[in-house]
């Protein structure tokens, strides 16, 4: 697949480098962006980091030393995986993407028809009826427009 955005390299994670991230996607690329996929380590810069200090307002600063959370940042909906555990956890250290809205992002796609078997275990002395329901999806980044990596040197 062809890559159309260049990564962003940094030290530290700051606003300079978010709206450089961004600038990528909805400036060059024309696509208006959704989401902010952050590695846990990243979460450090945005929470403490001077630059972001002084980028978020009283009420902002207020909000995350009480709850430790902020949703939205840039109009970018922050997502994370550092809250799975370490074996469903698929980024690496340092890593940030920027996507664009998930309408202009991929497909979900579907392979065959979705399966659908009725349960009834009472011939075997149990009490379990329902339903067993089989489906095979995949999830494509089609767009790579849509898509730009930042990376902790």
């Keep these: ?6 990564p962003v390299y940094f030290s530290t994670l700051t ?5 450089s991230l961004r600038n990528q996607i ?6 208006p962006v959704g ?3 952050v590695a846990a380590d990243l979460w450090a810069d945005i929470i403490s980091d001077s630059e972001f200090q002084n980028f978020y307002s009283p009420i902002e600063k207020h909000e995350i030393v009480l709850t430790g959370r902020l949703g939205t940042l840039m109009g970018m909906d922050i997502v994370t995986d550092g809250f799975r555990i370490k ?3 698929v980024l690496q250290p340092g890593t940030a993407y920027v996507l664009g809205i998930p309408d202009l992002l991929g497909v979900i796609g579907q392979y065959g028809e979705m399966s659908v078997t009725a349960i009834d275990r009472r011939v075997v002395g149990e009490s379990a009826r329902g339903w067993f ?3 095979t999806i995949d999830m494509t ?13």
């Design 141 to 153: 980044v089609l767009n790579s427009r849509a898509v730009v990596k930042g990376q902790r040197l």
């Design 35 to 37: 989401g902010l996929l």
């Design 133 to 135: 329901i089989e489906n």
């Design 1 to 6: 697949s062809s890559e159309y955005n260049e």
């Design 87 to 89: 074996n469903l956890q």
């Design 15 to 19: 606003p300079t480098v978010l709206a």
């Design 26 to 31: 909805d400036v060059q690329g024309g696509i």
